[in-house]
């Protein structure tokens, strides 16, 4: 492993001194900084190069079991104009001179509008997009552009860390660091770019003002860059990724951000400043991420009266809170589809008499169909029904389900944009999403797996899962007839799609599915999963 990681160092640095001898701004790094307002650095422009060759994603891809498609290619270069970015990330401290000043509101794991004190040198969470925009203008600043974040971590010599080529063991606030959250600002000190700026690869990912520009969503998803205090796989650390991004309206405990500012812009004036402090367990947070779990009792499943589609199941043992199913989400058909979280509907709900299972019965009138759902729940297994009937005079084409299953807040089990908890049994076996080819058509948000991954037919082997971070318990997810499964990159919630095909006028499909609570880790759990499924169904 070392070998080739050596290997693919050296490749990049012979990509990086390609780009050195080619870059028309070489020299600019090296030129004199005219006057930088306190707390931030001056980066000079140039010619960045922004993403990595195929050649290098394939190498790396082998040695972290990371797909390949899910990095950045090609390496293209990108112009970007000298600014100042901020030394460090925006500090709890900071944020309180903004909400104290401006009556914005702070996040809510303050508890009130007060920083914590033994939080105010911590990076700032909790904010979305807005937040941090709303911070930056504030202050008299900017968002920074992803290409100016990269230009900023990646520097002319186009390296893969903040420091240099090569990933150094505790050089950065990475999951495996322990602290199970933020870390005050600069106590990594090895995580630093030349020019003094720090945390870019570890402790929290940060909001950049650029948008993805091909995502089809109901909110804007805005590009989230650099490696923070959940990332396993420090590959995902690296300055050229682009894997991480969030709906605007999001907010997280592992994402915050930074400041830019233009050369020619007024003097912002000063912020309370920024102090490094030594690298500690905050217990509010630790306890917020990483919940210790000790209630055991049956399984239970109840309508959720916060959506008018959706149920809730409670798993002691395994979540702190409800986890949350939307069934469906969306029904799509050839020609249009219908998100059904986006309208109301009246709704028949029932409740079986032994208080294990419900059921809905929906009527969409402008659409021309009804369904019904039911989830009845039997041990550690619910058993899933969906009903659909065509109310209309014509054919309605290649109708197709997508149901969402997701914890509600609980971010132990919540946050994993790396998706290597997330888990797809093939024909080749179990495999972290992570490990799964992304495709050509990918949302940022959304990563998909089709009924073609290890050349298997859409009636053989398909189920998606989730595991918790200690591996002990896995939730496991699936349907007949599905033609592709998939998961959002924000947080583990696991879509399977099943196919009713056409469905003529008055005519009624049915489809099954069921979620498996499992205490064992994935490899062993998806595979029981499928056998007991295709069991129930009478294949097995």
């Given at each position: 492993?070392?070998?080739?990681?050596?290997?693919?160092?050296?490749?990049?640095?012979?990509?990086?001194?390609?780009?050195?001898?080619?870059?028309?701004?070489?020299?600019?790094?090296?030129?004199?900084?005219?006057?930088?307002?306190?707390?931030?650095?001056?980066?000079?422009?140039?010619?960045?190069?922004?993403?990595?060759?195929?050649?290098?994603?394939?190498?790396l891809s082998e040695a972290s079991g990371i797909h390949a498609s899910l990095f950045p290619t090609p390496a293209r270069p990108a112009e970007v104009k000298s600014f100042f970015i901020d030394k460090f990330e925006v500090t709890n401290a900071q944020y309180e001179a903004f909400v104290r000043n401006s009556n914005h509101r702070a996040p809510g794991y303050w508890g009130g509008n007060e920083c914590p004190e033994d939080m105010r040198n911590l990076p700032v969470v909790g904010c979305n997009f807005a937040d941090a925009q709303a911070f930056a203008k504030w202050a008299g600043k900017r968002l920074l552009t992803e290409h100016e974040w990269e230009w900023a971590a990646r520097g002319i010599d186009a390296r893969q860390f903040p420091w240099g080529d090569k990933w150094e063991e505790g050089a950065a606030n990475l999951f495996d660091a322990g602290l199970y959250g933020p870390a005050p600002v600069g106590s990594f000190p090895k995580d630093a770019t030349p020019e003094g700026v720090f945390d870019l690869a570890g402790n929290v990912s940060e909001w950049t003002g650029s948008l993805y520009t091909a995502e089809d969503t109901p909110h804007?998803?805005?590009?989230?860059?650099?490696?923070?205090?959940?990332?396993?796989?420090?590959?995902?650390?690296?300055?050229?990724?682009?894997?991480?991004?969030?709906?605007?309206?999001?907010?997280?405990?592992?994402?915050?951000?930074?400041?830019?500012?233009?050369?020619?812009?007024?003097?912002?004036?000063?912020?309370?400043?920024?102090?490094?402090?030594?690298?500690?367990?905050?217990?509010?947070?630790?306890?917020?991420?990483?919940?210790?779990?000790?209630?055991?009792?049956?399984?239970?499943?109840?309508?959720?009266?916060?959506?008018?589609?959706?149920?809730?199941?409670?798993?002691?043992?395994?979540?702190?809170?409800?986890?949350?199913?939307?069934?469906?989400?969306?029904?799509?058909?050839?020609?249009?589809?219908?998100i059904l979280y986006l309208r109301e509907f009246p709704v028949e709900w029932q409740k079986s008499t032994d208080g294990n299972g419900v059921r809905c019965r929906v009527r969409v009138p402008d659409r021309g169909f009804e369904y019904w759902s039911s989830a009845k729940v039997d041990g550690n297994r619910a058993d899933l029904a969906f009903g659909f009937k065509n109310l209309g005079d014509e054919v309605l084409k290649d109708v197709r389900l997508s149901c969402c299953l997701c914890p509600s807040q609980t971010e132990f089990l919540v946050i994993n944009p790396e998706h290597d908890r997330t888990f797809v049994l093939t024909g080749n076996g179990v495999k972290p999403l992570s490990a799964c080819f992304r495709g050509t058509t990918q949302r940022p948000l959304f990563r998909w797996v089709g009924v073609q991954t290890g050349g298997q037919p859409a009636s053989t082997a398909w189920a998606i899962g989730v595991s918790t971070r200690d591996r002990k318990w896995t939730y496991v997810k699936m349907f007949e007839n599905a033609v592709s499964l998939g998961s959002n990159a924000e947080y583990s919630c696991v879509h399977s799609i099943p196919s009713l095909g056409d469905v003529g006028p008055n005519e009624e499909r049915e489809v099954r599915g069921a979620i498996f609570f499992l205490e064992m880790p994935p490899e062993n759990a998806l595979p029981y999963a499928w056998q007991e499924f295709r069991r129930l169904l009478g294949k097995g």
């Open positions: 492993m070392h070998d080739l990681l050596d290997f693919i160092w050296f490749g990049m640095c012979c990509t990086a001194l390609l780009s050195v001898c080619s870059c028309a701004h070489s020299g600019d790094r090296a030129s004199p900084a005219p006057l930088t307002p306190p707390g931030m650095v001056y980066i000079p422009g140039g010619t960045a190069t922004v993403g990595i060759s195929s050649e290098h994603a394939e190498a804007p998803v805005n590009v989230i860059r650099g490696g923070s205090w959940i990332v396993n796989n420090h590959v995902n650390a690296a300055g050229f990724n682009r894997n991480f991004s969030s709906y605007c309206v999001n907010a997280t405990l592992y994402v915050g951000f930074r400041c830019a500012l233009d050369v020619d812009a007024p003097d912002p004036g000063s912020l309370p400043p920024a102090e490094p402090g030594e690298p500690r367990v905050i217990d509010e947070i630790r306890r917020a991420c990483l919940p210790v779990l000790e209630d055991r009792g049956p399984v239970t499943v109840d309508w959720n009266p916060l959506g008018h589609h959706a149920v809730q199941f409670r798993v002691p043992g395994m979540l702190r809170e409800d986890l949350n199913f939307q069934f469906p989400e969306v029904i799509h058909y050839r020609g249009g589809n219908i």
